[in-house]
C-alpha cells in the first residue's frame, strides 16, 4: 500500500518561497499536487507522470515547479514568488496508472497525504 509523508509547508510573505516534499514509500506512475482553501473547491496545481513531462495550472506556471527524485522515491514542489491567493492546504497525491494524471480527475488518485498548509500574507 502506497503511502505518502508531506512536509515543507509555512507561513511566507507575498513574493515569498518554499518547497515541499512529498515521499512516497511505493513505486507510482502519476504523482502531483492538489490545493484547497476553505469555501472553495479542491483545485489541481502540478503534476508529473514518471519520466514523462510536468503539467501545470495557468494560475501557477511560470512560478511553481514540479521535481522528482526517483532515488528518494520524492516529489517536490518548488513555488516561488507566493501570492495571497495561494494560500490553501495542499495535498499530494498519486495513482498508478499512466493514464489520467491531471487534477482533472481527482477520483483517480487512490493515494494521498495527509496535506501541509500553506499561508501567504499580504
Known amino acids: 500500500q502506497v503511502q505518502l509523508v508531506e512536509s515543507g509547508g509555512g507561513s511566507v510573505q507575498a513574493g515569498g518561497s518554499l518547497r515541499l516534499s512529498c515521499a512516497a514509500s511505493?513505486?507510482?506512475?502519476?504523482m502531483g499536487w492538489f490545493r484547497q482553501d476553505p469555501g472553495k473547491e479542491r483545485e489541481g496545481v502540478a503534476f508529473m507522470i514518471r519520466d514523462g513531462s510536468p503539467s501545470y495550472a495557468d494560475s501557477v506556471k511560470g512560478r511553481f515547479t514540479i521535481s522528482q527524485d526517483k532515488s528518494k522515491n520524492t516529489l517536490y514542489l518548488q513555488m516561488n514568488s507566493l501570492k495571497p491567493e495561494d494560500t490553501a492546504m495542499y495535498y499530494c497525491?498519486?495513482?498508478?496508472?499512466?493514464?489520467?494524471?491531471?487534477?482533472?480527475?481527482?477520483?483517480?488518485?487512490?493515494?494521498w497525504g495527509q496535506g501541509t498548509q500553506v499561508t501567504v500574507s499580504s
Open positions: 511505493g513505486y507510482t506512475y502519476c
Open positions: 497525491a498519486a495513482h498508478n496508472n499512466w493514464f489520467l494524471c491531471s487534477g482533472r480527475y481527482p477520483d483517480r488518485f487512490a493515494y
